[in-house]
């Protein structure tokens, strides 16, 4: 388990939406420290490409949209 503490990860794609409603984003995230790795995270809440997320957990990655 990651135990670095929060990372900072800046988004570099928005796939599309998902949940039940349409209320979460599925997103591309690519991390500030370490710029080769790239992971899908889902995001609730208003994200565009260029935004920051910190991320207090970096190991989990999203499953891809049907």
């Given amino acids: ?8 990860a800046a ?3 928005v796939i599309g939406r998902t949940g039940s409603r ?3 984003t599925q997103v591309r995230v690519q991390f500030m ?3 080769k790795r790239q992971i ?3 995001v609730k809440g208003p994200v565009r490409v260029g ?11 999203a499953r891809r949209l049907r």
């Avoid at 388990?1 to 900072?8: A, F, L, N, S, V």
């Avoid at 935004?51 to 990655?61: K, M």
């Fill in 1 to 8: 388990m990651d135990t670095g503490g929060p990372k900072k």
């Fill in 51 to 61: 935004d920051i997320l910190t991320l207090l957990e970096s190991e989990r990655e």
């Fill in 11 to 13: 988004v570099i794609k």
């Fill in 22 to 24: 349409g209320q979460v």
């Fill in 40 to 42: 899908t995270r889902n």
């Fill in 33 to 35: 420290d370490d710029t």
